[in-house]
Structure formats: C-alpha cells, structure tokens
C-alpha cells in the first residue's frame, strides 16, 4: 500500500494544476488519469483564457510558453445580422484576454509535472475511489501492469462530468441543478489564417456562428446546429457555407482553408448542490459545467483548484478553515459564471425548432433588439467585459 496527502482523479486541466499548486506547496499528491497522455493532449477544447486565470498560471511559474506563443485580445465582436461591433475590454474595464489553447495549457502543464518527476499515472485502469465517507480513503487502479492501492487524505475529483467521483456522492446530495439546450455547436479547426484579429461572436436568423482562432495560421470557427444533427452530413463546403453566411457583414471576408478536425458538441448547464463530501472535493466539470458562448468552462476550472489548491496546502498546515469553506466559495463564484454563460448562450443563438414560427421569430427579433441594446450601452458592454474578462478568484 502507498500513502499520500492528496489523490487526483483526472488530468484535464483542473487535475493537473492542482498537481503543480500541491507541488509548489509542498503537499505531496498522486494523480491518476484513465486515458493515455496523448490522448488528452489531442482533445481540442477551450480556447481562452480570463485575466484572472492567467494570474494563476503566472503565480506557479506556468505561464511563460503562454506569454509568448498566447494571443492577447483585449475585446470582442458581437454581430447582430450583418451589423458587426467592438466591445473593448481594455477601454472598459482595463483587463484583456489570451487566447491559448486548453491543449497548450494542458502540455505546459504536464511537461511541469515531468520536470518534477511528479506522480502522474495516464492510461490507468480500474480507477477505484473509496472511503470518502469515512477517514480512511483509498485510490486503487492499475497501471502500467501494476496494481496500486493508495492511502490518501483527501480524494479529488478532477474527472469532469462524466468522471466516476461524482459518483460517490449520493443522488440527493449532489442533486445538480441543470438545464439543456436546443442548439449544440459545430467546430471545426482550419489550417487558415484567422480572418479577423479578435473573437466574432454572431447572431444570425439561420443561427450563431463564431470565429476563434488558435494561432496566425490556425482558425478555429463553430456553427449552432440541432442537437440532432449527425456530423458525417456537414461537408467542408456546407461549413464554410454556413459560417460566411451567417458571419457576413458589408466589406469584410472570410477565407477558408483545409479543415483538420470537426465535431459537434451538445450543450448544457449543470451546478451540483455540493462539491465536497466526506474526504471528497470535486473541481472543475466533475462539479459543474456551461455552455461555451462564454468561454467560461476551463477558467472556472482553473479557479476551483486556485481556491482547492491554497485551502488543501492549509490542511496540510493544520488548518481546516479554507478546506471546510471551499465548496461554498466556489460555488458562489461558480453561479455567477453560470449566469453569464447562460446570458451570452440565449442572447446568441436562434431558438431551436421544435418552438412555434411565430414564437420563434419574437425570440429572434428580441435578440437582435437586445444587442443593438448592448451596441449603444456603455452600461451593458461593461457588464459583458468585466465578466467575460473574468471575475476575481476569491
Ligand atoms: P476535463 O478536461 O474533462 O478533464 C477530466 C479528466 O478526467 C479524466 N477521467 C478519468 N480519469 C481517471 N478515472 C476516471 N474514471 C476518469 N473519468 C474521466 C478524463 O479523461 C479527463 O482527462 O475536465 P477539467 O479538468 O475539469 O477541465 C474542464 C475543461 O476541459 C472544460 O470546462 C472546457 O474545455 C470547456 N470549454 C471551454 N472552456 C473555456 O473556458 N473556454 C472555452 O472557450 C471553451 N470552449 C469547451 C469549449 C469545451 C468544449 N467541449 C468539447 C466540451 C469548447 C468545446 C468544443
Ligand atoms: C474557442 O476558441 O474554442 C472558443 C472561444 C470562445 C468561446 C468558445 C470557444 O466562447
């Protein structure tokens, strides 16, 4: 049997972080993932990054490939038909954004952890928490031909959302508050110079459509799909179709290029009731989860396991106020961050078809009517960017 302070399940960016904090704090940890290094290190996911989860990075000496390679924007486009405008952070609210990939941080990150030579099994099978109930926790899994049984303090849930820690908790303890979507996004990657120098965010009566990017030669774009729809009937040129359309505004183009990568991915808000229980702490999507429309689901994250991080390296201190005090605090950070991301997805997009014509077409128009709003708001657009820049991680 091994024993250490803190077992990690997960090393998405929330189990790996946390990782590096425990590190830098001298709390010693294991971390276990089920997939195989590469594996995470090809999900392409997020793709922004708030101020405040910069801070973080840089706080844990984590942030200079960022800094260099990292994109800083300091605002966004909203459309609302062809009727594109600016909303400047920097003016507004003096913060920025960096736009860098999940999969950046995410290789900075583990490329830190060998560097340390840090615990870190990938490609784990029977990955088993136990005990959280009690005082006397277990991790066991397999790996590399091994069995392992791991004494530990605290047990971490850093699976995301379908991870096997929220599992643990009882139904109506966790009792996550949730809503669906009928839309979903299509995202492809392109090996295409980005044709704008910051994020297009549009909203158009065929659907949102956005515009990211990942370098200057790299495009990342989506598309509002049904729910329902099947990716195999989304040809490169039915894409590209789609996103000039619905994206096109007087004097601008979009260029396309070769497509690397599509997919479409569903969308949902979840907030589970707790997220410690027993010896058991959950972060990032093992906790909760949001729509994309406010690049919001690996900042808050990185914020969980900021709090997480610092409230463990206090208990291992002797001091259990922090930890005690955990859930609530993100959770009180998180429903703020719900409610953007909730905003930002139901001022974006049309309603999907199951709703009435005539309803549909009210929907739409009130949000055309909402962003004209914003459009001619200081009040409104300082509301956008002082949230989607990020809130303070406290
Ligand atoms: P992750 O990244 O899902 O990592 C969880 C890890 O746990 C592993 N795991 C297990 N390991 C061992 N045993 C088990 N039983 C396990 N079960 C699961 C998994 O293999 C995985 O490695 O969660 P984490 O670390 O909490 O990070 C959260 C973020 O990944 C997520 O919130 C964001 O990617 C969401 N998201 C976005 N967030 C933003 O902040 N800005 C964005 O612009 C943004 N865009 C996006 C997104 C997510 C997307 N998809 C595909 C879900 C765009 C997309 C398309
Ligand atoms: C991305 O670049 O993948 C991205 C950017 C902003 C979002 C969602 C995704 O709101």
Redesign the pocket.
């Known amino acids: 049997m091994e024993r250490t302070s803190v077992a990690i399940v997960g090393a998405g960016p929330a189990g790996l972080l946390l990782g590096c904090i425990l590190a830098a704090e001298g709390v010693d940890f294991v971390l276990v993932e089920h997939r195989s290094r590469e594996h995470v290190l090809s999900r392409i996911?997020?793709?922004?990054l708030e101020q405040a989860s910069v801070d973080v990075l840089d706080r844990y000496g984590l942030g200079e490939r960022l800094h260099r390679e990292g994109l800083v924007h300091g605002g966004v486009y909203l459309q609302a038909g062809a009727d594109r405008f600016h909303v400047d952070f920097e003016e507004l609210v003096g913060r920025t954004v960096t736009?860098y990939g999940q999969q950046q941080v995410v290789l900075d990150l583990m490329r830190h952890h060998d560097e340390l030579g840090s615990a870190v099994h990938y490609g784990a099978t029977d990955v088993m928490p136990s005990g959280v109930d009690g005082d006397d926790p277990h991790l066991r899994f397999t790996a590399d031909g091994e069995e392992h049984d791991v004494a530990a303090d605290v047990i971490v849930g850093a699976d995301g959302y379908h991870g096997v820690c929220r599992t643990l908790i009882p139904d109506e303890v966790l009792a996550p508050a949730e809503r669906g979507y009928d839309a979903a996004w299509l995202?492809i990657l392109a090996d295409v110079a980005p044709s704008t120098d910051e994020?297009i965010y549009a909203l158009h009566p065929d659907g949102f459509a956005?515009h990211?990017?990942?370098s200057p030669s790299v495009s990342?774009l989506?598309l509002q799909v049904d729910p329902t729809e099947d990716i195999a009937d989304w040809s490169d040129e039915r894409i590209w179709e789609g996103l000039q359309e619905r994206l096109a505004t007087p004097g601008w183009t979009l260029t396309p290029g070769p497509i690397t990568e599509k997919s479409i991915t569903p969308m949902r808000s979840s907030v589970a009731a707790t997220l410690a229980y027993g010896r058991l702490f959950l972060a990032g999507d093992a906790g909760h989860i949001v729509p994309?429309?406010?690049?919001k689901g690996l900042n808050a994250a990185i914020a969980d396991v900021a709090l997480l991080g610092a409230a463990l390296a206090e208990h291992a201190r002797g001091s259990d106020g922090p930890l005690g005090a955990y859930s609530e605090r993100a959770l009180a950070r998180q429903w703020k961050v719900q409610s953007f991301s909730q905003f930002m997805t139901d001022l974006l997009h049309t309603p999907g078809s199951a709703v009435p014509a005539d309803e549909r077409a009210f929907r739409y128009f009130s949000r055309v009517g909402q962003l004209r709003y914003v459009q001619g708001s200081r009040y409104a657009q300082q509301f956008i960017a002082e949230q989607y820049t990020g809130l303070a991680i406290a």
């Open positions: 996911r997020a793709g922004v736009v995202g994020l956005m990211s990017m990942r990342r989506y994309p429309t406010g690049a």
